[in-house]
């Protein structure tokens, strides 16, 4: 059990090695965990805020970790000691990562841009302007070459990693991006939205090769199979849907969940799917004839997350109901169910050696979620504002902290919006201003 957190754990990573587990807290430190005897080995300390995303380098030398204190700090994963403070971000960093060769270290903020950095000297090399919203997540390609960021705005930027120039932006959604991938060779991307689209795009050319409708609600969760020849996609509908890349064709819509999707992979090899849904279950499905397999129940709340192992032997699920489960997929049965979880988990991964798994907490707990999509916009003038026009709907204090578009309903005579109020720090009179219908 890795416990000695003061605050809700919300992102965790494994060393390339597997031997290592690094995790970021709310409490603002980043620890250290021996992954095979569950030891904390290092605290690291040093920023002054939550700590929202965290990544080792390949060579498992270093960690990376963005905060809410606007800065993204290097540490020594061998000796716990600061090697660098990154700043340059004006608010809250959502995503960090290490290039694949460690050499830059590349960050996205709610100050809508993409910062590239120096990963041994912490020197700025870019800064990468152009989306108009929040940057919620970055990634790079598989060879490193490139760099995909998904935004608020309704867009995604392709930049040059060597020189930070936009090679592309992708624009065709009516929606809020809220899951991108790219595909193994580097040559496609696929993103999901709230206009209830799937779409792949050409990187090469900038061009949509196919928009693949067939939701009828917000896509989740969208992945690529191994071999770049189709793609699967998980919705708020209730379904999940494999999709033939070169026809666009829904090859088979697969149905029996009777909640939101959530969360979809591909096991390796292509064979089979998982999906984890907010109706407690988590079903595998074969991927060539659509067919369901097994349903795996045990947990008694929402399943945020699933993903399979390297071998395709085992599937890991993260749920609301504060546990992560390992389940044999031939078999069906559970394997272990790790408790020691206080708050929501909303995020696991498996480790190639299949014995090992990560998992993360959702630090917001109380707030229940409306099915609402809209998005809206925060103003550099602490104004939420409406994304069906320049509508002003509520002002918030700086300190609270309010940056993500979320589903939590706000109506105002001047139009209504959604508020995400996870992460905020807010004092006592700002608390008194807003309160939830219910507790999760």
């Not at 000796?79 to 004006?90: D, F, P, Q, R, S």
């Not at 990560?358 to 939420?384: E, F, K, M, R």
Request: with cysteine; net charge negative.
């Amino acid at each position: 059990m890795l416990k000695s957190y003061t605050g809700w754990v919300q992102s965790v990573a494994f060393s390339r090695d597997g031997t290592q587990i690094v995790s970021g807290s709310y409490d603002q430190s980043v620890q250290v965990w021996d992954a095979s005897t569950d030891a904390e080995l290092k605290m690291l300390k040093g920023h002054t805020s939550s700590v929202r995303s965290v990544a080792f380098s390949s060579n498992g030398t270093q960690i990376v970790s963005g905060s809410d204190d606007k800065s993204v700090r290097v540490w020594d994963a061998s000796t716990g000691a600061e090697l660098k403070v990154l700043k340059g971000h004006t608010r809250v960093v959502n995503s960090v990562i290490f290039s694949r060769d460690d050499t830059q270290i590349v960050s996205g903020s709610n100050d809508r841009s993409v910062q590239m950095w120096n990963a041994s000297t912490g020197a700025e090399l870019k800064m990468l302007k152009g989306h108009t919203s929040s940057v919620n997540s970055v990634a790079f390609s598989t060879d490193g070459t490139q760099i995909a960021s998904g935004s608020g705005d309704q867009s995604v930027r392709v930049w040059d990693a060597s020189t930070g120039a936009v090679l592309k932006v992708l624009k065709g959604y009516t929606g809020q991006i809220y899951s991108v991938a790219f595909s193994r060779d580097g040559t496609q991307i696929v993103s999901g939205s709230d206009d209830e689209s799937v779409q792949v795009w050409d990187i090469s050319t900038g061009t949509e090769i196919k928009v693949l409708k067939g939701h009828y609600s917000l896509v989740s969760s969208v992945a690529f199979s191994n071999n770049g020849m189709q793609i699967v996609s998980g919705s708020y509908d209730h379904t999940v849907i494999i999709w033939d890349i070169s026809t666009g064709v829904a090859i088979n819509v697969l149905k029996g969940h009777t909640g939101l999707v959530n969360s979809v992979a591909f096991s390796r090899d292509g064979t089979q799917i998982v999906s984890g849904s907010s109706d407690e279950s988590v079903r595998v499905w074969d991927a060539l004839t659509g067919v369901h397999v097994k349903v795996l129940k045990g947990h008694t709340n929402s399943v945020n997350s699933v993903a399979f192992s390297s071998d395709g032997t085992q599937i890991v699920s993260g749920s609301d109901d504060e546990s992560v489960r390992v389940w044999n997929i031939s078999t069906g049965a559970k394997l272990n169910e790790l408790n020691s979880h206080i708050n929501l988990v909303n995020s696991v991964a498996s480790l190639s050696s299949s014995t090992q798994i990560a998992s993360g907490l959702d630090n917001q707990s109380v707030w229940a979620h409306s099915l609402v999509n809209s998005i809206w916009n925060l103003a550099d003038t602490n104004w939420i504002i409406s994304s069906q026009g320049q509508n002003h709907l509520m002002w918030v204090p700086l300190a609270a902290q309010v940056t993500e578009p979320s589903n939590t309903l706000v109506i105002s005579r001047h139009g209504f919006g959604s508020v995400d109020f996870q992460q905020s720090m807010l004092g006592d009179h700002w608390v008194g201003c807003y309160t939830p219908l219910f507790k999760v």
